[in-house]
T-cell receptor, first 114, second 113 residues
Framework: SAVISQKPSRDICQRGTSLTIQCQVDSQVTMMFWYRQQPGQSLTLIATANQGSEATYESGFVIDKFPISRPNLTFSTLTVSNMSPEDSSIYLC???????????FGPGTRLTVL | GIQVEQSPPDLILQEGANSTLRCNFSDSVNNLQWFHQNPWGQLINLFYIPSGTKQNGRLSATTVATERYSLLYISSSQTTDSGVYFCAVYPRAGGTSYGKLTFGQGTILTVHP
């Protein structure tokens, strides 16, 4: 399976600021996704990161709040914009070799907003 | 959309005990995965099992797709098994949920020494 890294691993931020999270994979992958896990909750899909085009967002998530880039088949970024304490969560990227294939997750970024 | 229900929500065991975790889903699925989330938040792949039975050491999983459930068996549990176990499915039906992994709410497992 692919080796996935995320930066930063954790951060504490002030409300109103923005944080960009990076996801790097050691091999080219077809599918890349971003998830949010709020405290004590399950994982919720934010968006599918599409290489060379705009991300596909799930209901309840918008590009202005969570802009995503995917410049190539091994790298993606998620920005959490204009943060509030409600954005405190673990953010995880995942990858898959095909649309229905097994997904593998990065180690996550633990974000606390004060 | 598809509903994924896991039971029990919480489970407390003594080291060495066996356990069975269940995942029910409300519609046909293309694939199913079991994950273990450790206390540091890392999601570890346990099984990719759309149907049938697989075993990996002390863990095994069975999916009966026609009856819309999957079971995860943990034998001789260890303290390192503690964490949250998630079941996630790819809905078979088309539409906006196609190709998107849908997670259950998880089972929190605590294994005491």
């Amino acid at each position: 399976s692919a080796v996935i890294s995320q930066k930063p691993s954790r951060d504490i931020c002030q409300r109103g600021t923005s944080l960009t999270i990076q996801c790097q994979v050691d091999s080219q992958v077809t599918m890349m996704f971003w998830y949010r896990q709020q405290p004590g909750q399950s994982l919720t899909l934010i968006a599918t990161a599409n290489q060379g085009s705009e991300a596909t967002y799930e209901s309840g998530f918008v590009i202005d709040k969570f802009p995503i880039s995917r410049p190539n088949l091994t790298f993606s970024t998620l920005t959490v914009s204009n943060m509030s304490p409600e954005d405190s969560s673990i953010y995880l990227c995942s990858v898959g070799s095909g649309i229905l294939n097994e997904q593998f997750f990065g180690p996550g970024t633990r974000l606390t907003v004060l | 959309g598809i509903q994924v229900e896991q039971s029990p929500p919480d489970l407390i065991l003594q080291e060495g005990a066996n356990s069975t975790l269940r995942c029910n889903f409300s519609d046909s699925v293309n694939n199913l995965q079991w994950f273990h989330q450790n206390p540091w938040g890392q999601l570890i792949n346990l099984f990719y099992i759309p149907s049938g039975t697989k075993q990996n050491g002390r863990l095994s999983a069975t999916t009966v797709a026609t009856e819309r459930y999957s079971l995860l068996y943990i034998s001789s549990s260890q303290t390192t098994d503690s964490g949250v176990y998630f079941c996630a499915v790819y809905p078979r039906a088309g539409g906006t949920s196609y190709g998107k992994l849908t997670f259950g709410q998880g089972t929190i497992l605590t294994v005491h020494p």
